[in-house]
């Protein structure tokens, strides 16, 4: 059976601090997700990773995907209250399915 | 035009009562998921469809009943609601085979008293 870890899953931190949020997977897979989840919101997608060595970025928020180590991390650069959020990695164990195993989720919080 | 919508937001119920949730995507796509989020923030799939027909069917109370009567809309039935049913359960949807992310509704929070 997959499992899905992230560590830390509570990250307390300074605007402008940087750090990075660690996801590992126990078994083989093709894709890897990062959402942020807001307080009583939906998930919002942040990155599909798909391949070994496969980075990206969006604003803030950089991902990267080790598939030989079955990790990934994402990574915040100078933080700033509005990232405040839960961020969930999930791997997908479907194959063409999108049988989604979900890491039990990191609450950031920014402070100023 | 909101991508999955989900109806009710909220669903606050009896025990041993049945209710139903609703779910339909404009997006084109061919399946459909139903994912379960418990107190604890921890999401875990239910129930998946491709074109109608029930792909992933993980371990669920057979109270629980999924029906899509086409591609784009995925209802989730509950029969005699427990307490342990109280969660937020968010529809998603997303195209089959593809390497696209995955798209999810609002949420329902059902509340079970």
């Known amino acids: 059976e997959l499992k899905v870890e992230q560590n830390p899953l509570f990250l307390s931190m300074q605007e402008g601090k940087n750090y990075t949020i660690y996801c590992n997977y126990s078994?083989?897979?093709?894709?890897l997700y990062w959402y942020r989840q807001d307080p009583g919101k939906s998930l919002e997608s942040l990155f599909v990773?798909?391949?070994?060595?496969a980075v990206k970025q969006e604003g803030r928020l950089m991902a990267s995907l080790d598939t030989k180590a079955r990790l990934s991390t994402l990574h915040i650069t100078a933080a700033v209250h509005d990232l405040s959020a839960t961020y969930f990695c999930?791997?997908?164990?479907?194959?063409?399915?999108?049988?989604?195993?979900f890491g039990k989720g990191t609450l950031l919080t920014v402070n100023p | 035009d909101t991508a999955v919508s989900q109806t009710p937001k909220y669903l606050v119920t009896q025990m041993g009562n049945d209710k139903s949730i609703k779910c339909e995507q404009n997006?084109?796509?061919?399946?459909m998921y139903w994912y379960k989020q418990d107190s604890k923030k921890f999401l875990k799939i239910m129930f998946s469809y491709n074109n109608k027909e029930l792909i992933i069917n993980e371990t669920v109370p057979n109270r629980f009943s999924p029906k899509s009567p086409d591609k784009a809309h995925l209802n989730l039935h509950i029969n005699s609601l427990e307490l342990g049913d109280s969660a937020v359960y968010f529809c998603?949807?997303?195209?089959?085979?593809?390497?696209?992310?995955?798209?999810f509704g609002s949420g329902t929070q059902l509340s079970v008293l």
């Open positions: 998603a949807s997303s195209e089959y085979g593809s390497n696209e992310k995955l798209f």
């Open positions: 997006l084109g796509h061919d399946t």
């Open positions: 990773l798909l391949s070994n060595g």
């Open positions: 078994t083989t897979s093709d894709r």
């Open positions: 999930a791997v997908n164990s479907g194959g063409s399915n999108y049988k989604l195993t």
